[in-house]
């Protein structure tokens, strides 16, 4: 069960996490959710500003997991953040809105570290709406099931996604796979960033 009692979603954020999944439609894809510590602290709300593409291809070899998640979570140590959840996208267009068995393991990991974890999964048919972005609670059963938090979104987040697939930008998303085979690309994705005006 949730602990916090809300959970919005950064202009940022929904778009790193939209734009990831359109570049690469025909396969799953997977990500990491960070959110702000000191807000969650003080409030108990998650606040997710940002969000980490991962992977679109062999998406469950966790050593190439762990490294993802060492550097990610160096970052977040310099910045105040903390990985707060874990998205997919599903490979196939129609396939069932709930967590893969893969993604329950790494949240059931991540939990660890943070009690209160979310699982995002996102619905091919529905980028770049609201409707696409479901979220999981892990319960006391040990199952993920549908969250009961209501979502917040930044007013102007579909909107400012539908415009940089009509510019393409998707094609310029660099997540850990395209960085492992190219350390000098920018899994941070500053140049998006610079694009999207935080809320």
């Given at each position: 069960m949730s602990a916090s009692q809300q959970m919005s979603?950064?202009?940022?954020?929904?778009?790193?996490?939209?734009?990831?999944?359109?570049?690469?439609?025909?396969?799953?894809?997977?990500?990491?959710?960070?959110?702000?510590?000191?807000t969650y602290a003080k409030e108990k709300a998650i606040?997710?500003?940002?969000?980490?593409?991962?992977?679109?291809?062999?998406?469950?070899?966790?050593?190439?997991?762990?490294?993802?998640f060492t550097n990610v979570d160096a970052y977040c140590k310099a910045y105040q953040l903390q990985i707060v959840g874990y998205y997919e996208a599903p490979d196939?267009?129609?396939?069932?809105?709930?967590?893969?068995?893969?993604?329950?393991?790494?949240a059931d990991k991540m939990q660890d570290f943070f009690e209160d974890i979310k699982l995002v999964v996102i619905k091919n048919t529905e980028v770049p709406a609201l409707s696409s972005v479901h979220v999981f609670d892990r319960y006391p059963d040990g199952k993920y099931k549908p969250s009961k938090l209501e979502l917040e979104f930044a007013s102007n987040s579909v909107e400012t996604v539908e415009h940089l697939l009509r510019r393409k930008v998707e094609r310029d998303l660099v997540d850990f796979d395209n960085h492992l085979d190219d350390i000098s690309q920018d899994w941070l994705n500053s140049n998006i960033n610079q694009l999207v005006v935080m809320d």
């Open positions: 979603f950064s202009n940022r954020a929904f778009v790193k996490m939209q734009l990831h999944a359109a570049k690469y439609p025909h396969c799953a894809v997977n990500g990491l959710l960070l959110a702000c510590k000191e606040v997710i500003v940002d969000t980490i593409p991962l992977f679109h291809q062999c998406i469950q070899l966790t050593v190439m997991l762990n490294v993802a196939h267009l129609h396939a069932v809105i709930e967590p893969s068995l893969f993604s329950t393991k790494v």
